[in-house]
Nanobody, 122 residues
């Protein structure tokens, strides 16, 4: 069974830091773009950051300069280092990844993690 499992969320004061991890497990033949999204209460899910299999990154304007995403392909894991956190960064953070799970097919499908709560207090 292929799944993404996030960890590292929690409660932190404004100005603090957290590091999220997301590991893909199961029978996987390839991973290309991985990303992080977040959803605040009463709001739509929004893009936070993405990273390609070549480690090209893209960030939402609201987190540029404060968040950094990276990946360890050997561990099938993507990370989100969050610094200078603000109360408006509060929400459930989800990772997603485009995974190739069929040996005889080049197709990649999107998978989502279960989410991890990040709460930033003022």
């Amino acid at each position: 069974q292929v799944q993404l499992v996030e960890s590292g969320g929690g409660l932190v004061q404004a100005g603090g830091s957290l590091r999220l991890s997301c590991a893909a497990s199961g029978i996987i033949f390839g991973i290309n773009t991985m990303g992080w999204y977040r959803q605040a209460p009463g709001k739509q899910r929004e893009l936070v950051a993405t990273i390609t299999d070549g480690s090209t990154t893209n960030y939402a304007d609201t987190v540029k300069g404060r968040f950094t995403t990276s990946r360890d392909n050997a561990k099938s894991t993507v990370y989100l280092q969050m610094s200078s956190l603000k109360p408006e960064d509060t929400g459930v953070y989800y990772c997603d990844a485009n995974l190739r799970v069929r040996l005889l097919s080049p197709r990649y499908d999107a998978y989502w993690g279960q989410g991890t709560q990040v709460t930033v207090s003022s």
